[in-house]
């Protein structure tokens, strides 16, 4: 399972979990080299198996270096995209281009482009067994995060039309395309203050944690979710 932007937060916790069901799992980086190390330590001392590889997600020649990586581990059968940032927070008036340019490269652009090398490496038509993939989207991209981060819910909205359109594309190759879409988890992503504000907007009256999300994940990975494809799941306490 390579998991891109799976050095900490959510893509951590899942790789954590699905080394644990026994995954071979390959985390990736951008900056967080020792981040990463410690997570491969961890996993291989809980008895699973993992190898951090780095990778920028809005680099084309990283991402096709990466999954030629993986592939020389093992066949790869599911692929994680949680690779995300928001920029400061600001009215769209506000914005610099350059965090447009840089969200959207990390965001969709990255999310395409590892997409379309997992494809190439599952598909069988291609000679691979098929797969899943499963691209982490946000809640935001229903409410639109007016006034904080327009322009990363607008790319996670891309995220979600992507998957719908892939899903479709690559069903007849054996392979399965799905979202989830947390709302607020407790990870690094949000301050204190932006937790307590989005723990205030939920059902629930909380925020999530990277292992509920991360569940989800590998629920639709599994052969339990052998007939969801084209789904887009909520991880988020009722927001």
């Not at 993992?50 to 096709?64: H, R």
């Not at 590998?218 to 009722?238: D, K, M, Q, R, W």
């Amino acid at each position: 399972m390579v998991i891109i932007g799976g050095s900490r937060g959510i893509g951590a916790a899942t790789a954590r979990m699905a080394a644990a069901r026994g995954w071979h799992v390959v985390p990736t980086y951008r900056s967080g080299a020792a981040e990463a190390q410690a997570l491969v330590q961890d996993i291989a001392a809980a008895g699973g198996t993992a190898s951090a590889i780095a990778c920028d997600s809005a680099s084309e020649a990283d991402i096709v270096a990466l999954f030629e990586s993986a592939a020389r581990i093992g066949p790869v059968g599911a692929m994680v995209y949680a690779a995300g940032i928001t920029g400061t927070a600001s009215t769209l008036a506000e914005v610099e281009a350059a965090t447009l340019e840089q969200v959207i490269a990390i965001n969709l652009t990255g999310a395409m482009l590892s997409a379309r090398e997992a494809v190439r490496h599952m598909a069988k038509s291609r000679g691979g067994t098929g797969g899943s993939i499963t691209f982490i989207s946000s809640r935001a991209s229903d409410r639109g995060s007016a006034g904080e981060y327009v322009w990363y819910a607008a790319s996670k909205g891309g995220v979600n039309a992507l998957s719908l359109g892939l899903a479709r594309e690559v069903a007849a190759d054996g392979i399965r395309v799905n979202c989830v879409s947390p709302g607020p988890v407790a990870t690094e992503m949000l301050s204190p203050e932006r937790q307590a504000k989005g723990a205030a907007a939920v059902a629930m009256g909380r925020v999530g944690t990277p292992e509920e999300v991360a569940s989800a994940v590998l629920y639709l990975a599994s052969p339990e979710a052998s007939y969801i494809t084209a789904a887009n799941l909520a991880v988020a306490g009722g927001a």
